[in-house]
């Protein structure tokens, strides 16, 4: 123990960097002297004991030095009861506890989207018009905010990929020659010159020229599902977003294909199905139809759905992209509201 101006010190094992630092700016101890001796802290036992107690464990005391605090308290037997630093431990550990076991509030759903439903095929007679029903969409695959730079990363990532970087030429030391002098050094009164390979000359080899190389880049595949979300989200918000319950064509006449694309509008459009192979009926029917283009979404780009004016899902393709891309708890299925 120490006294210093009629007060009672305890020399203790050093503590904690972040409490410590805390007790040391405390406003309560800023009229007390601090001795140091060597690398021990002298406190006031008092003091420090009053600041543990009024501490919060969430800004200022971690659970993770709970068995510092413990071990510089066993040391202070002589002013404090044992009782009193046990029930002190156990009350920075129940604060701990509580505040971990604290159940976390989900933030609410966001409002369905919903999309008027249209149809490939000819109308059935006994059945609903296809404008009369609707098809219940994720919110957060077909309503995502829009991000430009999202798409922008995306596009140029892909339009990378494309680049075929076969570009090659000859530097000198790959073009074939003898490697005699030209000409002497002196005495012509013309320009001092190499080899033959030399860049300035004609039939040399080309300084710096291109080689082969691979253009293509990495990006995280977060970004390139936020990507396809914001690209769908953009086509729905431009009504340039169509929705059919099957792509199944099973005439195989193109100009009846055709005429029914031009009766529903669809010109410049990319169909897309959920299967693993596009309909036999509508890849033979629609190949010759110019301004058409038919893929999976297994092949799906997020390019091909920003290059193409219109997009025309399948519901299998519904339910696919809701299920890779959905951020909502699973279960949550498009449904048809009639």
Same mark, same amino acid.
């Given at each position: ?13 050093? *503590? ?38 009024? &501490? ?10 709970? =068995?510092?605090? +413990? ?22 550990? $129940? ?35 296809? +404008? ?35 570009? $090659? ?8 020659? +003898? ?10 009164? !013309? ?8 860049? &300035? ?10 080689? =082969? !190389? ?11 599902? &936020? ?21 199944? *064509?099973?005439?195989? %006449? ?7 694309? +031009?009766?529903?509008?669809?010109? %410049? ?10 309909? /036999? ?6 190949? $010759? ?11 799906? %780009?997020?390019?091909?759905? /920003?290059? *193409? ?24 299925? $498009?449904?048809? /509201?009639?």
């Amino acid at each position: 123990m120490l006294s210093v101006a009629g007060r009672t010190f305890a020399r203790v094992r050093p *503590w904690p960097p972040l409490l410590l630092r805390q007790l040391t700016t405390a406003p309560a101890l800023n009229d007390v002297p601090r001795l140091d001796k060597g690398d021990y802290y002298v406190k006031p036992v008092s003091d420090v004991i009053s600041k543990l107690e009024t &501490m919060s464990i969430e800004d200022s005391l971690a659970f993770n030095h709970a =068995p510092d605090v +413990s071990e510089t308290l066993e040391g202070i037997t002589e002013e404090i009861e044992p009782e009193s630093i046990a029930s002190l431990l156990e009350q920075v550990e $129940n604060r701990y506890l509580a505040e971990r076991t604290t159940p976390v509030i989900a933030a609410p759903l966001a409002k369905p989207v919903y999309l008027t439903l249209s149809r490939l095929l000819y109308p059935i007679p006994d059945a609903p018009p296809a +404008s009369d029903c609707v098809v219940q969409l994720d919110p957060t695959v077909f309503n995502h905010p829009i991000r430009r730079d999202i798409i922008h990363l995306c596009v140029v990532h892909y339009r990378d990929s494309l680049r075929q970087g076969s570009a $090659n030429t000859k530097t000198r030391g790959e073009v074939r020659g +003898s490697g005699r002098k030209i000409r002497p050094q002196k005495g012509s009164g !013309r320009a001092r010159l190499g080899d033959g390979q030399s860049p &300035m000359l004609r039939g040399g080899g080309v300084a710096f020229g291109p080689k =082969p !190389r691979d253009f293509s880049t990495k990006l995280p595949k977060k970004v390139i599902e &936020m990507g396809m979300r914001v690209a769908l989200s953009a086509k729905l918000k431009e009504q340039r977003l169509g929705i059919v319950e099957s792509l199944d *064509w099973p005439g195989l %006449k193109t100009r009846e294909l055709a005429r029914r694309i +031009s009766s529903l509008g669809w010109h %410049k459009t990319l169909f897309v199905t959920g299967k693993h192979e596009v309909p /036999v009926g509508l890849l033979r029917s629609g190949r $010759n139809i110019p301004n058409t283009d038919y893929t999976t979404v297994e092949q799906l %780009k997020v390019y091909d759905v /920003v290059y *193409w004016p219109r997009v025309v899902l399948d519901g299998a393709a519904v339910d696919l992209l809701e299920a890779r891309l959905s951020k909502l708890s699973p279960g949550l299925h $498009n449904n048809l /509201v009639i």
